[in-house]
């Protein structure tokens, strides 16, 4: 039995199989700050997804927006996570992620929802 998914689902799985790949091959300083920046992002990804049908006209202007949503974005996460090196590499996994959905999500919208199989 095969799954179907999107060229969206994909690219996420390719996203989140080269964080972890990266996760397990690095040392503990860096595995920890990738793992973090990881799952915070993974929580901006949920509430934007949720922003869809709640606020539609805002998730609109940040998709419109992706350069300046991506940039606010990640500047928050580097002040969230402070200026550390755990928190300068957290910050940048996380806008990679979110840029990488921010990019996607765009690109589904474009094109009426890209429903690749092969």
Do not use: Q, W
Request: some cysteine; overall charge neutral.
């Amino acid at each position: 039995m095969e799954l179907e998914l999107s060229f969206e689902e994909k690219s996420l799985l390719c996203v989140v199989a080269g964080l972890l790949g990266m996760i397990v091959f690095s040392g503990s300083l860096v595995s920890g700050a990738l793992l973090l920046g990881f799952l915070s992002s993974f929580s901006v990804l949920f509430l934007f997804s949720k922003l869809d049908k709640g606020l539609p006209r805002i998730y609109d202007f940040l998709l419109r927006h992706s350069i300046l949503t991506d940039l606010i974005m990640t500047g928050a996460f580097a002040v969230l996570f402070g200026t550390t090196v755990t928190g300068l590499i957290a910050a940048a996994t996380s806008g990679i992620v979110c840029s990488t959905f921010l990019s996607i999500t765009k690109k589904s919208r474009v094109n009426g929802g890209c429903n690749e199989t092969n």
